[in-house]
């Protein structure tokens, strides 16, 4: 086996590799450096790591299947007839949509799934999977510091426009997509930390974390925000439960705090009930400063994304729940088509075209896939998403779970599967959990 890897020359090291795929993901959303026809350095860089890899595996005549490996396979199957047969019932009904949009959709989906595939491969799909993640959080704290030098006028990076009028984006078009990033990236270094088996490494990995978060909170994201707010809760939760699990004869000091906590928190609610209503009246100021322009726009925003949920179910009931097929199915609201029109915003950023095509998202995962594959889409991802999420948490992994729930989050309110952040996410948390979970005899035999 190893006289076979320096076929593949340089490329074929795993540092190397490695290094191509984390660039890749950590590029994925600076849209503005794109070139026509949507390539950007980003797609590139992901593109090579799949051919490298899959040169690799076509001279290893394939690779076992592993649990995570499965999984991944079963639900691209599931994924890929979902599109196929919301493709057929569009046709049937005489639905029309963009083309340029559908092949972007049609295009991208075997690209992610491809990135997902080859990242949970065996052997060493565990150590290979870590590697990246900690590019990811080098790689990323680099971009993201550039970026910021970038938004400050520190220097002129291509050309690209870092802000979406009072809204930091850094290279992405819209300051959304550098929010995703930026909350990926500080909840993976919150693995990372939490993981880390030395104090250099942890303080690295915090500092990284530190960055995104500062960026992410100058995107002025709604979504980071409340990412941002629920993680810290929701990691101490996770992390409690494996100090309380990993109860041994003896109590552990950790052990013994995470069970104090238990019994004393029912004591400090009841004693915390007189401050109940002054936190309720403080709780709405709180949030218009979490929210961008301290929430003079939510009730409208708001207005406008219930409408495009409720026209996108419409439009999946349509199609008798089997989808309409890949790219978005929706009309642009009249509103988003006038104030378009009328304003001279920031450059380096393109909108659907209002051309009678229906080309605007739902930006909801589970209503878009909805729009697009049907109830089928709809509960493969909601299976794979389940199904990682029992692998970490019954792995202990208090960081990946936080991940996890962070992305949920941010599929609430935005169209995720066309992210190469996610599937990478979804083939480290597969990996690491379902690693995590074996017993330590069988994981020192793997290691």
């Known amino acids: 086996m190893a006289t076979r890897e320096p076929i593949l020359g340089v490329m074929g090291t795993p540092w190397a590799l490695d290094a191509l795929l984390a660039t890749g993901l950590v590029l994925s959303t600076t849209s503005q450096l794109r070139l026509g026809g949507g390539i950007g350095p980003a797609e590139i860089c992901l593109a090579l790591w799949v051919l490298a890899m899959a040169a690799r595996e076509a001279i290893r005549l394939g ?56 990242s949970v491969v065996e052997p060493g799909a565990r150590q290979r999977v870590e590697r990246t993640a900690w590019l990811v959080g080098i790689f990323g704290a680099v971009t993201l510091a550039l970026q910021l030098a970038n938004a400050a006028g520190l220097i002129n990076f291509l050309g690209a426009d870092p802000w979406y009028w009072d809204r930091m984006r850094g290279w992405s078009e819209n300051p959304n997509q550098l ?20 104090t250099g490494a ?59 906590a238990i019994i004393g928190f029912p004591i400090l609610l009841l004693s915390a ?3 109940a209503y002054s936190l309720a009246n403080q709780a709405e100021g709180i949030a218009k400063e979490l929210s961008k322009d301290n929430g003079k726009d939510t009730q409208n925003e708001a207005d406008l994304r219930f409408n495009s949920w409720k026209d996108a179910f419409a439009r999946g009931l349509e199609s008798g729940m089997l989808g309409l097929g890949p790219g978005p199915h929706l009309q642009i609201p009249a509103i988003l088509v006038a104030a378009r029109q009328t304003e001279n ?6 909108h659907p075209e209002a051309n009678g095509a229906p080309n605007f998202e739902a930006h909801d995962t589970v209503l878009d896939l909805f729009t697009q594959g049907g109830l089928l889409a709809v509960l493969s991802f909601v299976w794979i998403a389940a199904a990682t999420f029992v692998v ?21 309110f935005h169209l995720i599967v066309r992210q190469p952040l996610f599937w990478f996410a979804i083939s480290l948390c597969l990996v690491a959990g379902l690693e995590a979970a074996k017993p330590a005899p069988m994981r020192l035999r793997s290691s």
């Not at 303080?203 to 925000?225: E, N, Y």
């Not at 948490?393 to 941010?410: D, E, P």
Request: hydrophobic letters at 60%; a positive charge; charged letters at 10%.
């Open 63 to 118: 690779p076992p299947l592993s649990p995570a490996l499965s999984r991944l396979l079963i639900f691209w199957g599931l994924f890929a007839a979902a599109q196929c047969i919301g493709t057929l019932a569009g046709m049937a009904i005489g639905d029309r949509h963009d083309t340029s949009l559908f092949l972007h959709d049609a295009l991208a989906y075997p690209l992610l799934g491809a990135i997902s595939l080859l």
């Open 179 to 198: 929010a995703l990033l930026c909350a990926v990236h500080a909840l993976l270094c919150l693995h990372l930390a939490d993981s880390a088996s030395g």
């Open 202 to 260: 942890r303080i690295c990995a915090i500092v990284c974390g530190a960055l995104s978060i500062i960026v992410g909170r100058l995107s002025k994201s709604d979504t980071f925000s409340l990412v941002l707010v629920a993680a810290v809760p929701i990691f101490l939760a996770f992390k409690f439960r494996v100090w309380l699990l990993s109860l041994g004869p003896l109590l552990t000091l950790r052990a013994a705090g995470a069970w104090i």
């Open 273 to 275: 009930a007189p401050l």
């Open 345 to 350: 915003g920031p450059k380096n950023i393109e």
């Open 392 to 412: 970490t948490f019954k792995g202990r992994l208090a960081g990946l779970s936080t991940l996890l729930f962070g992305l949920g989050i941010f599929a609430v």
